[in-house]
């Protein structure tokens, strides 16, 4: 019942400031708190999440959303992350490649990390933040590649078959830095002891620290669509479930182009990849999307059907 009253109180919050317009919010709203957390909500965000689902870890200012984050331009990937302070290279500590996070993200994994460090587990962060156009030119050398294997005659079909692992350029939810692939890429290196060791830390305990895996396995509720499942794919929660909310009202197709076989995009329900991933990184309503829920067949996924799916050489 409280749950259900602080989340109509946010939301009616959310519907003042959107109805105020982004940059005109002050004044009466400023004092909004959530309960039991003192802490006043500072001019350039916005309150987004209804919290209610969170875990005690996250810290108050995770629940603010600066606002800019929440911009069609900045969901797309279509900032320049490496100049923008919102922001940061990920120290090599963690990382053997120059990638970007998120600050907020970043804070958060590093406390993961440690958390990890200290039950044995070693975390690696092998793909982070990425940008429209990053994504562009990963998009376009897999489907250089697949062309060449001449198995897929229509470009639907091809497009199809990139996409059992590899977003389209503007779906991906790794522009929005609040995404790391973790340790491996490889569905095999998680059958490893080691593998198998990390994926059962991460399973138990990343939750605590706001990471969910978005694409769980195919038979998990919410995942009949979309990518196939992706062990090493975490997700920060505290941000990427309201940008998910935003990026749907923002993003229309019209804005997925500029990469080879970009005139298949009008041929897809985009929808059956963007709402595709584990409940827990979907708010509830009002501020969430519906979900996909119907069977999994394998032919509507895969042209033509194979089985299992075909992995696309990295
Ligand atoms: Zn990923």
Not at 35 to 49: E, F, I, Q, T
Not at 107 to 127: H, P, T
Not at 245 to 264: A, M, P, R
Request: glycine share 6%.
């Amino acid at each position: 019942m409280r749950n259900r009253v602080w989340m109509i109180a946010v939301w009616v919050v959310v519907t003042t400031l959107d109805a105020a317009g982004i940059g005109s919010y002050r004044g009466d709203a400023k004092s909004e708190t959530p309960p039991g957390r003192n802490v006043p909500l500072p001019a350039d965000r916005v309150v987004v999440d209804g919290h209610a689902n969170l875990p005690d870890s996250v810290q108050p200012y995770e629940m603010f959303i600066p606002r800019r984050y929440l911009t069609k331009e900045f969901l797309l990937g279509k900032v320049e992350q490496a100049e923008d302070t919102a922001f940061v290279e990920i120290s090599r500590r963690y990382t053997p490649y120059k990638l970007r996070l998120l600050k907020e993200t970043y804070r958060a994994f590093i406390r993961m990390y440690e958390a990890a460090r200290q039950d044995g587990i070693e975390l690696k962060i092998i793909s982070a933040a990425r940008t429209y156009q990053a994504q562009s030119l990963h998009w376009n050398a897999k489907w250089k590649r697949l062309e060449k294997q001449e198995a897929f005659t229509s470009d639907l079909e091809k497009t199809r078959q990139i996409l059992l692992y590899c977003s389209l350029p503007g779906i991906s939810r790794h522009h929005w830095g609040t995404e790391i692939d973790l340790n491996s890429l490889e569905p095999s290196y998680f059958d490893t002891p080691t593998g198998e060791k990390v994926y059962a830390w991460l399973q138990q305990n990343a939750a605590q620290y706001g990471f969910y895996q978005p694409y769980t396995s195919r038979t998990s509720p919410n995942r009949a669509t979309g990518f196939c499942e992706e062990k090493w794919h975490w997700s920060y929660r505290p941000l990427s479930a309201p940008f998910l909310v935003k990026y749907k009202e923002l993003v229309t197709s019209d804005d997925i182009i500029g990469f080879t076989g970009d005139n298949t995009v009008k041929a897809l329900d985009l929808d059956e990849w963007i709402d595709a991933v584990n409940p827990r990184l979907i708010l509830p309503f009002p501020y969430g999307i519906p979900r996909v829920e119907r069977p999994f067949s394998a032919g509507e996924l895969l042209l033509p059907a194979v089985s299992p799916p075909k992995r696309i050489a990295p």
